[in-house]
């Protein structure tokens, strides 16, 4: 049971270790882009490529979905990312229960958007869990899990990628041990639970009262979505990578948060609440991502225009 592409890379591995996957479970196809054409989740193109049936309830404790799975007798049930709370009559019918993958150091960053919510509160480090799932949200026992650094130029793009291979490495291995009996599970610490929630696209709005190393690691983030951005003249400037100067990084001290302060042919810099940020990377509404420098050819800036 899984969805995006993280989900993909743990069934991957699943099939190359040579368990048979009867079934896979997604979500329901969504239309996407200008267009609107129905787009296939990740895991339902990986599944189809390998020829296994895929099942797309819109609610999986519906009963009759529930009966559906029934059919398949499966000896145990894989989740990853997929979307939806598994009811108790779900996580019960296979004999070796459901096992989660989940994209933290469980009970840290128990919920959505684990991967995300990391980078954008600086952590150093992070890693992924296997669980043995139980009713409540990422509260089961932990079989398995492994830490992982986090790079200074971390995004939430490089980071989701580094931990679906992490993760689908530790599935594989949590499933040998729990086909021959050495399985250990650990009750989590309750007292040290910490939860996020999911991410919006109304996140990504840049509150320039807040630090300038805040604000570079919400960047980093919500990259590749939903990305952080400001407003110029009315129009959205989506900004891809920021750096935080510090409180010394440019001239315009006592300059309102979001004013510019400094818009040459090198360096496009703003004001925040605490030090200034220099922009590095953007795309104004309509335009293509590029280098602040180029961006700065084609829309000249002055020092003194606020942003926001």
């Not at 995006?4 to 699943?14: I, N, W």
């Not at 995004?155 to 041990?177: D, P, R, W």
């Not at 001239?251 to 940020?277: H, S, W, Y």
């Not at 991502?289 to 000249?300: E, H, N, T, V």
Request: charged residues 20%; hydrophobic residues 40%; aromatic residues 6%.
């Amino acid at each position: 049971m899984g969805t995006p592409d993280f989900a993909a890379v743990t069934l991957e591995a699943l099939i190359g270790a040579g368990h048979e996957v009867v079934l896979v479970v997604t979500q329901p196809d969504k239309p996407k882009g200008r267009g609107k054409s129905m787009q296939f989740p990740a895991v339902k193109t990986a599944a189809l490529a390998h020829n296994i049936e895929v099942y797309q309830p819109k609610r999986i404790r519906e009963p009759e979905c529930v009966e559906y799975l029934k059919t398949y007798q499966p000896d145990i049930m894989v989740v990853a990312a997929f979307g939806q709370i598994l009811s108790e009559e779900v996580l019960g019918l296979p004999p070796y229960g459901c096992i989660n993958v989940h994209a933290s150091l469980l009970p840290k960053y128990r919920g959505a958007a684990p991967i995300q919510w990391a980078v954008i509160n600086g952590e150093k480090t992070t890693g992924v869990t296997i669980m043995q799932m139980d009713a409540g949200i990422d509260t089961g026992d932990i079989i398995l899990a492994m830490e992982l650094p986090l790079a200074q130029d971390e995004t939430g793009g490089s980071l989701f990628e580094k931990l679906s291979h992490a993760g689908a490495k530790l599935c594989v291995e949590a499933l040998a041990q729990i086909e021959v009996g050495t399985a250990t599970r650990t009750k989590q610490d309750e007292t040290a639970a910490t939860h996020v929630h999911t991410i919006s696209k109304q996140m990504g709005q840049i509150d320039w009262g807040q630090p300038a190393v805040r604000i570079e690691r919400l960047v980093r983030g919500l990259d590749p979505w939903p990305s952080a951005f400001t407003f110029l003249d009315g129009r959205t400037l989506k900004i891809w990578k920021a750096a935080a100067l510090g409180l010394e990084g440019a001239a315009g001290g006592g300059q309102p948060a979001g004013c510019i302060v400094q818009a040459d042919k090198k360096q496009l810099i703003v004001q925040t609440g605490e030090g200034v940020l220099a922009l590095l990377e953007v795309q104004l509404e309509g335009k293509k991502r590029m280098p602040a420098d180029a961006f700065l050819r084609g829309c000249p800036l002055e020092a003194g225009k606020q942003l926001g």
